[in-house]
């Protein structure tokens, strides 16, 4: 939007897309109407001799998305998470996208970490290795403290990386404006929206004190989970481009070969995987959501450890509370509960008929349920179940499409540690605690309780509002106002007096 390189950055998009014969196939699996073909074919053809032509060896899309650079390479890990806006084969495949480029040099990184802290890089560190890792953003060192000989693992941002990504998110919202305008009907995608969406999480990654502190919350968290660790954070080596956390030791969770040489039990590994996520996902409300085998570890004392997190997902608790609903409901096969908490909760329009919708909910549900347990996917049910709601008028809740995206990465692990895992038999435990600590006679008590709490915060001027609302009650009642309507803060006033006075009734009582 903002200069005349943008136009050359669109061409040059457009070609690599063609050259790589990723056009075709992006614009197919967002369904992308006949406007939108016809004008990036004409910005792709004439020109895809300029586009770069990318590894043969890779997948179309992925092909063009890494050879275009370090922003399409993560705009690529980001739309993984949307099967909603690039369907659920594009989806499936961006999330193998390699995220894996040459490594800036060590030199480079030293002085990154001298203009961050103001010293030398060797008064800090007694150690620092060459590069580990190399991603679109960052990459790793492996480094040891000088005051501690502690190891650790000393993240860098890329040199120029910010000034890139602005740049070529520009670009991004250009392509954005020239969908809308070309092809209105391509707005269902929204995709203004998911330019935007990218742009937060970026510039979330690229302050890494954001992702410390992501990693920071997640091990408080995670904390008394047996079995599972995160690496601790260095606060006072951390800044805007560089993050230090503990170094982690371990092996890779796509590392078969080597995880059976050491005698774990990799059926209880599954096993494991699966319940630490759905407790993250359940209990906390905050997940990873970039759960592939990379970034996991099996530690030497046995411990799943977790790494990267640039991509953590938030769900609040009546969200949660719904999703645990949803999930026991299909455990149980009580289709008609399922449709009416999607009624309950405002998913689905109330005009839709919630019959209808549980005998939709059924034919997602009993194929599934019949199958065996190597071929029962909690993933499939969810892409299934996103597919009935649609046709129901549910709108696109990026909370939820994120939790469904990190469902199949984790069952996808699961399955590779344990091909014969039982998905809802993992599941059905911890789901039934959930709803037992969450959804009843106490959490109704819990409920109250916090609703006394907030109300006890207003408790002096209870009294004030009361009166300033029966007065203005009164003065209404005598013609001059044209409205009989009350403020918002009236009857608030009234209602929270009445809400205290109950409650401190039912306290006694």
């Not at 992702?211 to 997640?218: L, N, V």
Request: hydrophobic content about 45%.
């Amino acid at each position: 939007m903002r200069g005349p390189h943008n136009f050359w950055r669109l061409i040059r998009t457009g070609a690599t897309f063609e050259r790589t014969g990723a056009m075709r196939v992006a614009l197919e699996a967002m369904d992308a109407p006949r406007p939108l073909r016809v004008a990036a074919r004409v910005l792709g053809w004439p020109f895809q001799w300029l586009g770069l032509k990318g590894d043969p060896d890779m997948p179309p899309v992925t092909r063009a998305l890494t050879a275009l650079g370090p922003a399409y390479i993560k705009f690529g890990q980001i739309l993984s998470t949307r099967p909603d806006v690039v369907g659920k084969d594009l989806a499936l495949q961006l999330q193998v996208l390699q995220d894996k480029l040459p490594p800036f040099s060590v030199a480079e990184a030293k002085r990154s970490i001298q203009r961050e802290f103001e010293q030398p890089v060797d008064t800090l560190f007694s150690e620092f290795s060459e590069p580990v890792a190399a991603a679109s953003i960052a990459q790793v060192h492996s480094a040891r403290i000088a005051s501690t000989e502690e190891r650790v693992a000393v993240k860098v941002l890329r040199p120029g990386i910010e000034k890139a990504f602005r740049k070529d998110i520009d670009a991004f919202y250009l392509i954005a404006r020239l969908v809308e305008l070309l092809a209105p009907s391509a707005r269902r995608l929204r995709p203004m929206d998911v330019i935007a969406h990218f742009e937060g999480v970026v510039n979330g990654e690229l302050d890494l004190r954001m992702e410390a502190s992501a990693a920071g919350e997640f091990a408080a968290n995670t904390s008394e989970d047996t079995g599972f660790s995160v690496p601790p954070v260095h606060w006072e080596l951390c800044g805007r481009r560089v993050m230090t956390l503990g170094w982690a030791d371990g092996i890779p969770l796509n590392e078969l070969g080597a995880i059976r040489d050491t005698g774990c039990d990799m059926d209880a590994l599954g096993r494991r995987v699966l319940e630490l996520f759905l407790n993250h996902a359940l209990r906390d409300g905050y997940f990873h959501a970039d759960m592939h085998q990379g970034n996991l570890k099996l530690g030497p004392s046995g411990d799943i450890v977790a790494l990267d997190f640039g991509i953590m997902g938030r769900i609040d608790e009546y969200t949660r509370r719904v999703y645990a609903e949803i999930l026991m409901g299909f455990i149980r096969k009580d289709y008609r509960r399922v449709a009416e908490v999607h009624f309950e909760a405002g998913y689905v329009p109330a005009d839709q008929d919630v019959d209808a919708f549980a005998q939709a909910l059924r034919s997602v549900g009993e194929p599934i349920f019949g199958m065996d347990a190597s071929r029962i996917s909690m993933a499939r049910l969810l892409a299934y179940l996103f597919e009935v709601t649609e046709r129901f008028g549910m709108e696109t809740r990026t909370e939820l499409i994120l939790l469904q995206r990190t469902m199949v990465v984790v069952e996808g692990v699961a399955r590779s540690l344990n091909p014969h895992i039982n998905i809802w038999e993992v599941a059905q435990p911890i789901v039934s605690q959930y709803i037992a600590a969450n959804i009843g006679p106490k959490a109704l008590l819990r409920d109250l309780t916090a609703t006394v709490r907030v109300l006890g915060k207003f408790g002096p001027k209870l009294p004030q509002l009361a009166e300033a609302a029966l007065v203005r009650q009164a003065a209404l009642d005598n013609p001059p106002p044209q409205s009989s309507t009350w403020s918002k803060w009236q009857w608030f006033a009234l209602g929270a007096t009445s809400a205290l006075a109950v409650s401190i009734g039912l306290h006694l009582l």
